[in-house]
């Protein structure tokens, strides 16, 4: 029962910082889509902002399939 409550909170705190890693993504990803309306290059920092946030954002959802299958299995 307790481990179940532990994943829980873990899941609860990864969906948190979810929603803080978006907020971040959401400057690089405004100047990304206007770069692309304006045929401009984008820049590289924003370019490079985008991935990592993106990358860090799947890398969160992993982990709450695997804490959901593990709260599955008990």
Known sequence: MFKK???NN????CKKEII?????????QANLVEAILTSKDPND???????????KIEELR????EFEK?????
Not at 10 to 13: A, G, L, Q, S
């Open 62 to 65: 992993v982990e709450i399939q």
């Open 10 to 13: 873990n899941i609860k705190k």
């Open 45 to 55: 920092a924003d370019v490079d902002y985008f991935n990592r946030y993106t990358q």
């Open 5 to 7: 409550i532990k994943l």
């Open 20 to 28: 803080e890693i978006e907020k971040k993504r959401y400057r690089s």
């Open 70 to 74: 593990e709260i599955g299995k008990l």
